[in-house]
């Protein structure tokens, strides 16, 4: 089993668990090929959007398991769900063993990561996604849940707590800031700049605007392409012209003011 991580654009999904620890899964299938749900899931605006996609082998962590996916037409079920995205082409068959077998090595790994109620039991804590959706849908088709929770029930019951169990490797963080810059630039070439809330400070900063841009009424400090706001006041002016924040990491903004201030050209053509 091959785990990589696309994390898909923050507009897709929501930054924690506003109802809590996630405690539940919820299945569902693709109805279509792998690479064609992953750009589904993980671009663009809007739902839907999934903690795993899997294809046989190949396994995408997406949504991290403790942010909220878009994929159960259910906002009570998305909060408390880590959701999986079983790949069933071609047609609508049911998703293979492999694609089984990956899903319930992730299942087992994060019940035991997440403290699930344990047996896992259909019902209880593993549904499918026409058990919890708000409007009518045959998903997930002919998913064989009862082999797949029996399987990840198995997985558990051979591995005692405190050992590792299934596979399921801890995202890369300095992957994820990779693509967290990735996906600033992307917004400068798109619209000329980027509007960003690094997590866990008071840090508002706009990028790619010419420093000399007047905003009467900010205080601002600006270094090669980055403007850097403070204060409550400025912060809830900059939400009035350019909306919500994008949220970056520490990480990510180091790494991107990084390349904003070096002295190379090659840096997007994001500069002041």
Known sequence: MNIRT????????????????????????????QENSIRALTTGQGAPSANYIISGADV???????????????WASNTKSITFELANAPGMQPPSQATLESAAQIMA?????????LPLRRGVNVYGHNEVADKPTACPGGTNLSWLIARANQILESSPPGS??????????????????ARVFAEIRRSGMAYIHVKGTKTHILVGVDARYPI???????????????????????????????????RGYEILADILTRD???NGGVRA
């Open 6 to 33: 696309i994390v898909p654009d923050g507009r897709k999904y929501t930054r924690g668990r506003p109802n809590g620890t996630p405690n539940l899964f919820v299945i569902h299938h693709q109805a279509g090929y």
């Open 60 to 74: 995408v962590a997406s949504v991290p398991e403790g942010d909220t996916p878009w994929t159960n037409n259910n």
């Open 109 to 117: 790994s994060a019940a035991r990561r997440w403290e699930y109620s």
């Open 164 to 181: 590792s169990v299934g596979a399921a490797a801890p995202p890369d963080q300095e992957a994820l800031a990779q693509q967290e810059v």
């Open 216 to 250: 009467k009424g900010l205080k601002s400090e600006s270094k090669r392409g980055i403007t850097t706001w403070s204060g409550q006041g400025e912060i809830a002016l900059c939400r009035d012209i350019w909306g919500e924040p994008r949220l970056i990491s520490a």
């Open 264 to 266: 190379e050209p090659g």
